[in-house]
């Protein structure tokens, strides 16, 4: 709810049936990670279709006309803008006509020297429609495939080309690629549907298909799928990994898998952790719903207080972190939120969330819980403070943004007028998640980044002064 701002969500699938009302309801499952636009691309056995729009799923992609996008292999996105505008232009799949094939790309995360490469292609005469790094991406598929005429060739040279983080859906006239960037910031798995094959950003999705897991995509492999079988073709070398955190504590759904770690249960387990390591003398434990929701369970479980839902929530108001200033951000909080008068009157509660960024909004709710009759708000957090940007794909790009850079936890804690405050350490966020620390990406806690990001320390780096360039092994792929 307090939480940072979705990344997006990419899905491909390969079958012996018309694929594209199989797309729409994987992308409706995978909404929750971009609500901006829908899209899909879809080959009909002499071009590749798209359809696509701002909007959610159900709005942008209008069930009368995703009927009519025929196909048996396709692609399809639902965005929240981190590199490029929210304009309709912006919405994927993107395509591109090569001299040999079209290309469809739909792309979840952010090219880090997206600024860099688009410099460079322009001095060189290329032309952008967009300010979308996708776009690029797409330019340099159709690049590669008029030199190489070679669809894996093409995606390895492009991905030579790329830092920063990717999970990429591509259709390449009929024949369907899945991709993660080395580090694996971002998800992607692959699934056996009946007559089919999927590739998708949650495991939800394949549920929702009744289809069956098959495994996660690995960093830095290319899957090529077809509606009987899939092939891998692997890194060409070991890499550092950098799963981001943030997916289980925030962006995927709780009954998702990823990458082996069942995010309601890492939820859950975060919860526990936080019991233990910052207790409470409260009458309740209740989350922020939804995203807190896992983790008031598991805290409610250690330490033994009942749990209770607070707070009634408004599904039909639009996200406030997507309102043009604070007063109108404030004032929606309002209408999405309402606490239950019966459930807190008169109580010490303890509620939990999975990050602050700002604090505004956690601020206001305190303040409902207060005029509800709350006799204590005490708050938990399932993430350590936010401190550092975000380059990879979410929308937290200046250390302005965040409350924790300014301000110690003890000042926070006034600030949003809470009784206690405390969040979960790094090392039982770590613990919670289930892998080593050197395999997550934690920069947004504890300033160290994967990449080699000007101004910024890098993860192997011992001080931001020290010269540090990009590692050859870090661009073999």
Not at 222 to 235: M, N, R, S
Not at 398 to 413: G, L, N, Y
């Amino acid at each position: 709810m307090t939480g940072p701002k979705h990344s997006c969500g990419v899905g491909g699938i390969s079958a012996d049936y018309d694929v594209s009302p199989s797309l729409y309801t994987a992308l409706m499952i995978i909404q929750h990670r971009g609500q901006e636009s829908a899209g899909i691309s879809v080959f009909d056995g002499a071009s590749i279709g798209t359809l696509k729009n701002n909007g959610l799923v159900n709005v942008a992609l209008p069930k009368d006309d995703v009927a009519k996008v025929l196909g048996h292999v396709g692609v399809g996105h639902v965005r929240y803008s981190t590199t490029g505008n929210k304009s309709a232009v912006n919405a994927q799949p993107i395509t591109v006509s090569t001299n040999f094939d079209t290309v469809a790309v739909a792309h979840n995360g952010d090219i880090t020297n997206f600024s860099d490469l688009k410099e460079k292609y322009r001095s060189e005469g290329w032309t952008f429609l967009t300010d979308s790094d996708s776009e690029l991406v797409t330019k340099l598929l159709g690049k590669f495939m008029t030199m190489y005429n070679d669809p894996v060739k093409s995606i390895r040279a492009t991905m030579g080309e790329l830092d920063g983080s990717y999970a990429l859906t591509i259709l390449i006239n009929d024949r369907l690629f899945a991709i993660r960037d080395p580090y694996g910031f971002r998800p992607l798995c692959l699934g056996r549907l009946d007559g089919g094959y999927i590739a998708v950003s949650e495991s939800a999705a394949i549920d929702a298909l009744h289809g069956e897991f098959v495994r996660d995509i690995e960093p830095g492999e290319i899957c090529e799928i077809t509606k009987d079988t899939f092939k891998i073709y692997p890194a060409v070398a070991q890499h550092p990994r950098a799963y981001c955190m943030f997916e289980w504590v925030y962006f995927a759904r709780p009954d998702s898998v990823l990458d082996g770690s069942e995010v309601y249960d890492v939820r859950k387990k975060i919860g526990e952790i936080l019991a233990r390591e910052c207790p409470a003398d409260v009458d309740l434990v209740m989350p922020v719903p939804d995203s807190g929701r896992a983790h008031a369970i598991g805290y409610s479980m250690v330490a033994g207080i009942p749990y209770e839902e607070g707070f009634m929530k408004n599904r039909f108001v639009e996200r406030t972190f997507i309102l043009p200033d604070q007063k109108q951000r404030e004032a929606a909080v309002s209408m999405k939120m309402n606490p239950i008068k019966s459930t807190v009157s008169g109580k010490r509660i303890m509620i939990v969330d999975d990050s602050i960024v700002r604090g505004t909004t956690l601020k206001k709710l305190i303040t409902m819980l207060r005029n509800a009759g709350a006799k204590e708000v005490h708050v938990r957090i399932g993430s350590p403070p936010i401190i550092a940007p975000c380059y990879y794909g979410v929308d937290m790009k200046s250390r302005d943004q965040f409350i924790a850079t300014k301000h110690s936890v003890d000042e926070i804690k006034e600030i949003i007028g809470a009784d206690s405050l405390g969040y979960i350490s790094l090392e039982g966020l770590v613990e919670a998640i289930g892998f080593k620390e050197s395999d997550l990406c934690l920069a947004c806690v504890n300033g160290k980044y994967p990449t080699c990001i000007p101004g910024e320390v890098h993860r192997f780096q011992t001080n931001l002064h020290e010269s540090f360039g990009t590692d050859q092994s870090d661009k073999k792929i």
